[in-house]
């Protein structure tokens, strides 16, 4: 997958692009703060992800972020119709199926055996 999403804030299309610049921000934000509820991101760890994607298609494109990380946060948090959600789940997919992500699940999968499909390894 090329790694590159787009979401409506406010009317406006944004353009995510997850990149290694975006994987580095949410390594750090992770090392932070807790963006998980059990196995799965919680609200604010989605919005790290989205605002990742957009600050680093901004670098990509050589232009200044001016959009803050709030209305990344209330997309998220206030999220009322299906279109909405549609558009958020396909942006994490995105980013989950990005060749950065994928090669450090790749060398995770290597590492840890036990790390595999749930059809390998059952009877």
Known sequence: ?????????????V??????????RIAEKMAQQDLFNGE????????????AGYAN???MMDQPVVLPFEKFYSYV???????TIKE????????????????????????NPEMTSPSIGTT
């Open 1 to 13: 997958m090329n790694g590159i999403a787009l979401i409506t804030l406010d009317g406006q299309t």
């Open 15 to 24: 353009v995510l692009k997850f990149g290694m610049p975006a994987l580095r």
């Open 40 to 51: 799965h991101w919680n609200d604010l760890g989605i919005s790290h992800i989205l605002f």
């Open 57 to 59: 298609h901004c670098a």
């Open 77 to 83: 948090e206030d999220v009322e119709d299906d279109a």
């Open 88 to 111: 958020m789940a396909a942006a994490i997919a995105c980013f989950v199926e990005s060749k950065h992500v994928q090669a450090l699940i790749d060398k995770k999968k290597a590492t």
